[in-house]
């Protein structure tokens, strides 16, 4: 064996080891080794003899650091697409989105035309004081354009350092040439609820993710919501649309303050530790009042823990698109050197029992997204009115008899809105229907307190 393959299998077994003392840390050291467990001798052989290869003969040196990590991620990756390493900027990023605070600008952005493109500034940030609006195209951070960069590297030279400055170039429409706009960034703090009434009675609660405060963002949002409308509320629209997930503990908690008793989620892998069972504490914050929860394709994880919690427990009507169907649980697994090892161990169950991986949740309703037209055609369909020689209404039960104008007036305009919600018909017809079943809910549960007294007979004398 030569001196570089006895170096690079001294390498191999450290890391080894180093991964080891990693699962000591985690509290699974005094188990047993199964023998199938135990080291590949001839595996390690092979994978030392590339490492040899590569450093003896490759066109360029590479440092050994390179070549050991990518050596993990190609491990990890063909696992699944959930397990991966994370280098410290990784690992970083990973705990500033569970954490939900970062250095920035405050804004939502996503992708149009190989353009970053504003979804909303954050309020009370940079970008909402210096005037950012939703629809805003960045086509560059400072000298470099952005056509063409991928969404993540363009989050990534937007955060950086509070106090630091940063000049986006916007395009924005009705404005005929492009602007910049210096930012200078703070430390932004990230609410992951959004809430609103709808309607006297009828609340709108949106979780954009799950981290570490979401439940105490719920609970304020709650109360903030029972404030405006005065009273306790009717019911509750719970929009969970384009939530990727995020911490399982954030999901339990939400699902808990829905519920009195019972399972929330259950999880089972191959460790033992790995097999948990989560359950509901007595106390509902909306106090057995109706909701619906809304979810899409883009509902992922721990936003199907909720969802597959209330539809199992029949404590909401889950509306909309099947979800998307990440039943794994990944564990964070600190290297100990800033880096960690993101591994999946276990899967995701519902109360009922079902798998939620590659399955999903099914809506009771199932109910795609749609856009409604500003105007509705006249469909000209024909009615008894406009048939010649049609029998007048005559009043009944001595009602004045409606005159017939069918020749002397023209035909009444088409119909421009749909219902008295049109507007939010228009912008999000999800929601809109969600707000209608969630009406038909309520008075249905209203009915069943209190059902109504037997008509008398006609002709009955009280």
Same mark, same amino acid.
């Not at 064996?1 to 006895?6: D, E, F, Q």
């Not at 105007?375 to 009115?385: F, Q, R, S, Y």
């Given at each position: 064996?030569?001196?570089?393959?006895?170096?690079?299998?001294?390498?191999?077994?450290?890391?080894?080891?180093?991964?080891?003392?990693?699962?000591?840390?985690?509290?699974?050291?005094?188990?047993?080794?199964?023998?199938?467990?135990?080291?590949?001798?001839?595996?390690?052989?092979?994978?030392?003899?590339?490492?040899?290869?590569?450093?003896?003969?490759?066109?360029?040196?590479?440092?050994?650091?390179?070549?050991?990590?990518?050596?993990?991620?190609?491990?990890?990756?063909?696992?699944?697409?959930?397990?991966?390493?994370?280098?410290?900027?990784?690992?970083?990023?990973?705990?500033?989105?569970?954490?939900?605070?970062?250095?920035?600008?405050?804004?939502?952005?996503?992708?149009?035309? /190989?353009? &970053?493109?504003?979804?909303?500034?954050? !309020?009370?940030?940079?970008? =909402?004081?210096?005037?950012?609006? #939703? *629809? @805003? %195209?960045?086509?560059?951070?400072?000298?470099?354009?952005?056509?063409?960069?991928?969404?993540?590297?363009?989050?990534?030279?937007?955060?950086?350092?509070?106090?630091?400055?940063?000049?986006?170039?916007?395009?924005?429409?009705?404005?005929?040439?492009?602007?910049?706009?210096?930012?200078?960034?703070?430390?932004?703090?990230?609410?992951?609820?959004?809430?609103?009434?709808?309607?006297?009675?009828?609340?709108?609660?949106?979780?954009?993710?799950?981290?570490?405060?979401?439940?105490?963002?719920?609970?304020?949002?709650?109360?903030?919501?029972?404030?405006?409308?005065?009273?306790?509320?009717?019911?509750?629209?719970?929009?969970?649309?384009?939530?990727?997930?995020?911490?399982?503990?954030?999901?339990?908690?939400?699902?808990?303050?829905?519920?009195?008793? /019972?399972? &929330?989620?259950?999880?089972?892998?191959? !460790?033992?530790?790995?097999? =948990?069972?989560?359950?509901?504490? #007595? *106390? @509902? %914050?909306?106090?057995?009042?109706?909701?619906?929860?809304?979810?899409?394709?883009?509902?992922?994880?721990?936003?199907?823990?909720?969802?597959?919690?209330?539809?199992?427990?029949?404590?909401?009507?889950?509306?909309?698109?099947?979800?998307?169907?990440?039943?794994?649980?990944?564990?964070?697994?600190?290297?100990?050197?800033?880096?960690?090892?993101?591994?999946?161990?276990?899967?995701?169950?519902?109360?009922?029992?079902?798998?939620?991986?590659?399955?999903?949740?099914?809506?009771?309703?199932?109910?795609?997204?749609?856009?409604?037209?500003?105007?509705?055609?006249?469909?000209?369909?024909?009615?008894?009115?406009?048939?010649?020689?049609?029998?007048?209404?005559?009043?009944?039960?001595?009602?004045?008899?409606?005159?017939?104008?069918?020749?002397?007036?023209?035909?009444?305009?088409?119909?421009?809105?749909?219902?008295?919600?049109?507007?939010?018909?228009?912008?999000?017809?999800?929601?809109?229907?969600?707000?209608?079943?969630?009406?038909?809910?309520?008075?249905?549960?209203?009915?069943?307190?209190?059902?109504?007294?037997?008509?008398?007979?006609?002709?009955?004398?009280?």
């Amino acid at each position: 064996m030569s001196a570089a393959t006895r170096y690079g299998l001294a390498l191999a077994l450290s890391f080894l080891a180093g991964i080891s003392l990693t699962t000591v840390y985690a509290g699974r050291a005094e188990k047993s080794v199964p023998p199938e467990s135990k080291l590949p001798l001839d595996e390690l052989r092979t994978f030392t003899g590339v490492l040899d290869a590569v450093k003896q003969d490759y066109v360029e040196p590479i440092e050994d650091k390179m070549l050991l990590e990518n050596a993990i991620r190609g491990m990890l990756s063909n696992l699944d697409p959930h397990s991966a390493y994370l280098d410290a900027e990784a690992f970083q990023d990973l705990q500033i989105g569970t954490s939900g605070e970062f250095g920035g600008l405050g804004i939502e952005v996503g992708q149009e035309n /190989g353009f &970053i493109k504003v979804i909303a500034p954050i !309020d009370d940030t940079p970008a =909402q004081r210096a005037g950012i609006q #939703a *629809g @805003d %195209l960045i086509i560059r951070l400072d000298d470099t354009s952005l056509k063409g960069m991928a969404l993540s590297d363009a989050i990534t030279k937007m955060r950086g350092k509070p106090n630091t400055s940063i000049v986006l170039t916007i395009v924005r429409e009705g404005v005929k040439k492009p602007f910049k706009v210096k930012l200078v960034r703070e430390i932004i703090q990230v609410r992951s609820i959004k809430s609103r009434l709808l309607e006297p009675g009828f609340g709108y609660l949106r979780i954009t993710q799950f981290q570490a405060k979401t439940e105490v963002n719920l609970q304020d949002a709650l109360q903030d919501l029972k404030k405006q409308n005065q009273g306790t509320l009717k019911g509750l629209i719970l929009d969970l649309r384009n939530n990727p997930g995020g911490v399982l503990n954030g999901a339990v908690d939400v699902a808990d303050n829905f519920l009195d008793e /019972g399972v &929330i989620v259950q999880t089972k892998g191959r !460790d033992q530790d790995s097999e =948990q069972t989560f359950k509901a504490t #007595a *106390g @509902d %914050l909306l106090e057995k009042a109706p909701m619906v929860v809304l979810v899409n394709g883009g509902s992922a994880s721990a936003s199907e823990i909720v969802a597959g919690a209330l539809q199992d427990h029949r404590r909401a009507l889950v509306l909309g698109e099947r979800t998307f169907g990440k039943g794994s649980v990944q564990t964070i697994l600190p290297l100990g050197n800033g880096t960690a090892v993101k591994l999946t161990t276990a899967r995701y169950y519902t109360p009922n029992g079902r798998s939620i991986q590659a399955e999903g949740i099914k809506p009771d309703i199932e109910l795609k997204t749609l856009k409604v037209a500003d105007e509705i055609a006249d469909t000209g369909l024909i009615k008894e009115a406009d048939l010649t020689g049609h029998l007048q209404n005559d009043g009944g039960n001595g009602a004045a008899p409606v005159p017939d104008e069918t020749e002397s007036s023209p035909l009444p305009a088409p119909q421009t809105t749909v219902g008295a919600n049109s507007e939010l018909a228009k912008s999000d017809y999800q929601l809109y229907e969600a707000l209608n079943m969630l009406k038909g809910m309520t008075l249905l549960q209203s009915h069943s307190a209190h059902p109504q007294s037997p008509l008398p007979e006609e002709g009955a004398k009280g």
